[in-house]
Each structure stands twice: as structure tokens, then as C-alpha cells.
């Protein structure tokens, strides 16, 4: 595969393979380890994602920070809870497919193919594409292909980290009217009335497919949030316990992020039809205010 320019390979700990972006337009990062985007930052503003800083860069290990992306299930394996917390892709290398540049962006596609590592785990034939293009916006895709021939169901999300300056003193606009369960999983569904404040821990999948707007006095920025083939959105920050108790996550840092994920998750759960497709799409800009 040929790279463009703007992009380079390298590994800044041995076997952990990572694209680095540098266009005029923007500066990235995309670790081939589960496919993941670290770091996304737009000519003219600050970093937009938020990366911990002790994440583990480790093979086979999940990054804290950036993009995570959760398939073929989300949270908890519904029936095993001995296979892996939020699927098995965000832990494998991927291989790049895809690499091109224009005068406005970048664009990365990166893949990865079932295999018997895989089969043991979800027994199903897929092709899963990440597309990732990143300019003065990002978006991501998540394309995952039934190659099998039977049908197939999952769930997912692209488990985003935002920058914030400080999560108690932004507010999340687009989720006025709409409904949420608080903790994933709970059947209790409650409404939401206004905009959402962050004050406490929040784990919540709110039944929308309304685009987020996060308003961000303190840093003078807004983040519009855009998504496409999803009908859940989760809002997350593990406030002062939780992260505690996350080691790789410092004690402190909860105030410096807030996750806003397009997710297919709770009652939204998809089901693939041999040789179709489904579609996960998150965009994020940025404007100042």
C-alpha cells in the first residue's frame, strides 16, 4: 500500500503500527490496533479528542481515549460473559485498505475479515471497513459486510471521546424530548427534559438519532454531532468513583472528557442479510462561539 504525502507508518513502540497524519488541513492519528482514531485536530483549533494519558499501547489491549469501536456487541457479551467486554475488534490489527489525499482532507480505510481467531468468538463471515475522513471534519464509518450465508445480528458503537475543559460547566443540546435508560441496560426508561448537565456519573443510551451539539463556554467551541444508521446514542463519564477504579484512566482526569457515542445498542440491535450491509456513521465539526 502507497501513502500519501500526508501520511506516514510508523511504531512508536515495536509491533504497534500507527498512521500519523500531517496535512495542511489537519493533524491525526490512527492506531492499526482495533482500527483506532487517537487524535484529530483541525488547522485552527485545539485537539478534539481526548486520549488519556495512561492509556495502554499494547497489542491486543483497548485504548482508553480516541474512537473505540465496540462489535459485534455492546457492553457485556448478552450470553458469555467470559468473551470480551464490548466485542473483539478493538483489540486486533487491522490492515489498511485505503489511502488518499485531497487539498481539504485525508481519507484512511482500514479492514479487517473474520478468521478463525475471530469464529471462535462470533461465529459469522464478515468484512468490517473503517473509513476515516478527517479535514476540517471528521467522520467515521463503520461498514461491516455479512459474507456468510446466514443472517447475522449485532450491536456496536464508535465509543468517542470529546475534549471538554471542564465536564461540569458544558451542556449537551438534541436530546430534549427523547427518552434514555440510565446504566445501558436498565429497563426503566426515563425522559429527558432540557439539556443534558453533567453533575454526576452518567451512563446513558438515550433512544435518538438526533444530531448532539456539545456547547463548550469555557474553551468558546461547539461541537455539532452527526450520525447516520444508528438510533441510540450513549452518553458517558465515570465522575469521581469510576474512575478510580479504571487503571487506565488517571484518578483526576474525569473532568477533561465526555464520550458521545452513535451506538446500535439496547433495542436497536441489526440484523444482516447475506451479502448486505450496514452502515455506522459518526461526523463530528467544530465552530466557535
Known sequence: MTLPPSVSLSEELAGYPILDIEHPAVIGRIALNGAHVMEWIPEGHDPVLYMSAEALLEPGKPIRGGIP???????????????PAHGFVRTMIWEVDAARETEKEVEIVLKLQDSAETKALWPHAFTARLHVRMGASLEVTLQTINTGDT???????????????????????????????????????????????????????????????????????????????????????????????????PDEAYPEFLCIEAANAGEDVVTIQPGHEHLLMQRIDVRKI
Open 69 to 83: 469501536i465496540c462489535w459485534p456487541w455492546f457492553g457485556p457479551h448478552p450470553t458469555d460473559t467470559s468473551k
Open 151 to 249: 443472517a447475522s445480528s449485532m450491536t456496536g458503537a464508535l465509543h468517542t471521546y470529546l475534549n471538554v475543559e471542564d465536564v461540569r460547566k458544558i451542556s449537551i443540546h438534541g436530546l430534549h424530548g427523547t427518552q434514555y435508560v440510565e446504566g445501558r441496560l436498565s429497563p426503566d426508561k426515563r425522559p429527558q427534559h432540557g439539556t443534558v448537565v453533567i453533575d454526576q456519573e452518567v451512563d446513558r443510551l438515550y433512544i435518538s438519532d438526533a444530531t448532539i451539539i456539545v456547547h463548550d463556554p469555557k474553551w468558546g467551541r461547539e461541537l455539532v454531532i452527526e450520525k447516520a444508521g444508528s438510533l441510540a446514542t450513549v452518553v458517558w463519564n465515570p465522575w469521581i468513583e469510576k474512575s478510580k477504579r479504571l487503571a487506565d484512566l
